[in-house]
């Protein structure tokens, strides 16, 4: 049975956004380089992003060969690790090579190991957060989450070809309770049978969700609304080096922004999907969560104002 | 030998901008319909979008079976013909099928006819314009315009793969008198032999011109310069019919625009691109340039105004 890690920090008041998703260990091969045992999961992602905004409590699962050297890296950051489960035996590794267009890859290997048990187990503390991120894990563990929420205000959610595949009833009983659902293009005519994108969006919208963001990978992302359309560019990136894990990213920082201005308005929604696009152009640039981790919110701040710049147009 | 065709009004000062590339009569087929023998070609749809803004002189050659009904096309929205060659033989011919994403295309056949003997002759009222379009023909042709063209103010260029590997030297010589040169990714990376985007484009601005757009078709553009960088996202479409013809639509646009401001600042040349990105999204809707050719300049401000709401974040 899965125990829960409390011997590392936590912060006093519980954490401001509470984020599920998987935790792993990567192996990365790209057309110039190759990397083993890195830091990875759609959850490391989206905490280190996160968490240059708000304070994060991961909720996850990790096997007895997850070393202090990993967790060391998220408390550096500041993300607090009460909801971080350790189960006897391997952490969940995937393996993967990217194609030279750096967009599509071919998994050699995934071994879900302790993660094929998960079950999530909300600390007491994280109950009470505002604001949640249920990563892409199967629709019944997203459910298991919003049941331990006491007051949710806004929950994002991540889903995938998969789930759509095999688990829709669970899948649309999740998105009926969600703020916000991000997926990608192939993702929504999956979901809708609609090939046109914005009437797939409005038909998810009819689900439940108030907001639908279309992910479109280096092209950016779509926001839509019952009456509005946002459009979010990606910031361009002169180098990319491991697409990994950018859509969890831009999930993380847009939630983190968000949280952070304590008010879900309309500018801020917008706000937080344009620092999102920004931390998603930091994660490409290197490996793992790595450059993610070592960034400051002024760092953030920066690229920012140069996006609105590129955007301007008087 | 190709003769002008004079028989067409003709604007008393000359036009502001002149267009030249392909004219042609196109066979199309998407997954939804077939359309047999529309209006096509890279001018078809560069003048048509141009004429929105400004006016325009159209050079080109067809051949002897293109009928008065084409020509009342053109002439319906105000495009100059004056420069339109008519010679013996048959007009270019292009047939193709788009594949379900609406993207890949096939070429089925490509008849040259007339086209492969054309020479660009400027008609002596269009030696004075400000603004010139040498669409996607041969370097050597783009040449021979510029050789006739008296003071130009403003010159946005296109090219292709085929010259990028086939005709180096004189596409060099062209890129070198252009203000502005139009291409996508992968003809960038030819080009230049640069993966990186960015760096490709710093390499063709210190070719010669002041600015790089890259295409990215449906996922809009990017303005490059030596010190700044513009987004161009693309208007969202509803449905896309057929996109033949949007880069051709969006350098047409483009410099209608630039050329209707009678001066060439960076905000002109900004708005200009983001009219560019409306009026592509307006000639996806339909078969050949016929949705342009119905537009109003107020559907056009009014798609733009939509555009510029899409953007704003605040």
């Known amino acids: 049975m899965a125990e829960a890690d409390s011997t590392l920090t936590k912060t006093q008041a519980g954490p401001d956004i509470v984020m599920v998703g998987s935790i792993g260990i990567d192996t990365i091969q790209t057309p110039n380089e190759r990397r083993e045992n890195v830091l990875g999961g759609s959850n490391s992602y989206a905490c280190a992003a996160a968490a240059l905004f708000a304070r994060v ?45 750096m967009i599509n890859r071919r998994t050699l290997s995934t071994e879900l190991n302790v993660f094929g048990g998960f079950a999530p187990q909300l600390p007491e503390l994280y109950r009470p957060a505002p604001y949640f991120l249920l990563g892409n894990i199967s629709p019944e563990l997203q459910l298991m989450v919003l049941d331990q929420a006491k007051r949710p205000r806004f929950v994002v959610a991540d889903t995938m070809d998969l789930w759509i595949s095999t688990a829709i009833e669970p899948l649309t009983q999740m998105i009926s309770r969600v703020n916000m659902l991000m997926l990608n293009d192939s993702e929504i005519r999956l979901l809708t049978g609609e090939q046109n994108l914005l009437a797939g969006a409005q038909q998810i919208l009819n689900m439940g969700p108030q907001y639908v963001v279309i992910k479109k990978g280096e092209h950016g992302a779509m926001l839509v609304t019952r009456s509005k359309i946002f459009l979010v560019p990606a910031f361009p990136v002169a180098q990319v080096k491991d697409p990994t894990g950018a859509g969890d990213t831009f999930a993380g920082a847009f939630l983190g922004l968000l949280a952070s201005r304590r008010m879900v308005s309309e500018r801020n929604v917008k706000e937080g999907l344009l620092y999102a696009s920004v931390a998603a152009s930091f994660a490409v640039e290197d490996f793992s969560p790595g450059r993610l981790m070592e960034l400051t919110r002024d760092d953030v701040d920066s690229r920012l104002l140069q996006l609105k710049k590129m955007l301007s147009w008087d």
């Open 57 to 101: 409590g991961m909720v996850g699962v990790v096997g007895n060969d997850f070393t202090d050297e990993y967790r060391a890296l998220y408390t550096k950051c500041g993300i607090d690790l009460t909801g971080l489960q350790t189960a006897e035996g391997k952490t969940f590794r995937w393996s993967g090579v990217y194609e030279d267009d």
